[in-house]
């Protein structure tokens, strides 16, 4: 289930601009994190773990690539949407170390804080779809 939710977000974030620069970081970090889990891994967790690692660091690397800090095309909501999608991705690192490798002490207070504030800062970068929106609609009347 939420496989499907990193694949919508990962469109919602959209492909502009590419940034292969933090794609690669992304994908370093997701590599990183693939290989502490690995030894932990038995069976079919060994493939599914890979994939949803995969699918979490695309929508992380979508995410970050949209915010722009240096520029005049700086907004909030996309700086909202890249903070939820790295908690989003700490979230599930510890629901991943606290399964597979070790107890987390204080795991269930860190998946749950760092869960619902990724959904809500990502939430709110939905924020500026509809003022755009809004602020276009009324351009033409």
């Given at each position: 289930m939420f496989a499907i939710t990193h694949i919508l977000y990962s469109s919602a974030f959209g492909m502009r601009p590419m940034r292969p620069a933090a794609?690669?970081?992304?994908?370093?970090?997701s590599a990183v994190s693939y290989a502490l889990l690995y030894p932990y891994l038995a069976g079919p967790f060994t493939y599914l773990v890979a994939v949803y690692i995969a699918l979490i660091g695309f929508m992380?690397?979508?995410a970050i690539a949209g915010v722009?800090?240096?520029?005049?095309?700086?907004?909030?909501?996309r700086l909202s949407a890249c903070?939820?999608?790295v908690l989003f991705m700490v979230s599930d690192l510890t629901i991943a170390v606290n399964k597979f490798c070790f107890p987390v002490p204080h795991s269930r207070a860190i998946i749950m804080a760092t869960y619902y504030a990724a959904q809500m800062l990502?939430?709110?970068?939905?924020?500026?779809?509809q003022d755009?929106?809004?602020?276009e609609a009324r351009k033409r009347a």
């Open positions: 794609g690669l970081v992304i994908g370093g970090i992380g690397w979508r722009r800090l240096a520029d005049d095309l700086w907004t909030w909501t903070l939820g999608a990502i939430a709110l970068s939905a924020v500026e779809c755009a929106a809004a602020k």
